[in-house]
């Protein structure tokens, strides 16, 4: 069986938990957890951190990777005491 990618796992977390947002702190401290009890994965969360920049973040070709996972956009949200992203799903 292949391992789960850290992307699949974040898009996993999102969807089971049926996120709007997420915040710096689920993705140090939730993620790396559900990974390992899910799906048997062990990162730590500097990874997770680092799959979430890339995940969000435009490609070469100006694509982004979660538009593939039916989000329609990820919205930083400005007022919130750390960083949290707003999930628009279609």
Same mark, same amino acid.
């Given at each position: =069986? ?10 996993? %977390? ?15 401290? %939730?993620?790396?957890? @559900?990974?390992?009890?899910? @799906? ?13 920049? =890339? @995940? ?9 990777? %979660? ?24």
């Amino acid at each position: =069986m292949e391992k789960e990618t850290t992307e699949n796992i974040i898009v996993s %977390y999102l969807r089971q938990n049926r996120r709007n947002s997420i915040k710096s702190s689920d993705i140090e401290q %939730y993620i790396p957890s @559900f990974g390992r009890d899910l @799906f048997g994965v062990w990162h730590n969360p500097g990874t997770y951190s680092r799959a979430w920049r =890339m @995940f969000k973040e435009p490609q070469k070709d100006g694509q982004f990777r %979660y538009k593939k996972y039916g989000i329609v956009s990820i919205d930083l949200i400005d007022n919130s005491k750390q960083h949290t992203w707003r999930i628009n799903w279609q």
